[in-house]
Nanobody
Framework: QVQLVESGGGLVQAGGSLRLSCLAS????????MGWFRQAPGKERELVAA????????YYLESVKGRFTASRDNAKNTVYLQMNSLKPVDTAVYYC????????????WGQGTQVTVSS
């Protein structure tokens, strides 16, 4: 069973950048398709980005396309979310998640990291 730990959140001004990292342990990281989710207060959790096992295929929420980039380094058991041109609406707790295969539900979750974008 894989364990996930996010880092890299913080407070940033609008227009700024942050890079989130998610370190995996306890499993063969390259076997897991990965996702980044976020949840803002009073809102449902939403999938922001997803990346295939090899990193060759990605998905992005429409509102973050062109601003966010997901990547992974399987040798370092880490998935990243580079967030540029941040907006106040991006403020949320960000979670990384893993699933056993591409069509599965995300089963493994990190504890989350807070991202706050000030105007």
């Amino acid at each position: 069973q894989v364990q996930l730990v996010e880092s890299g959140g913080g407070l940033v001004q609008a227009g700024g950048s942050l890079r989130l990292s998610c370190l995996a342990s306890g499993g063969t990281f390259s076997n897991y398709p990965m996702g980044w989710f976020r949840q803002a207060p009073g809102k449902e959790r939403e999938l922001v980005a997803a990346i295939a096992r090899s990193g060759g295929s990605t998905y992005y929420l429409e509102s973050v396309k062109g601003r966010f980039t997901a990547s992974r380094d399987n040798a370092k058991n880490t998935v990243y979310l580079q967030m540029n041109s941040l907006k106040p609406v991006d403020t949320a707790v960000y979670y990384c998640a893993a699933r056993d295969y591409p069509q599965a539900k995300y089963t493994y979750w990190g504890q989350g990291t807070q991202v706050t974008v000030s105007s």
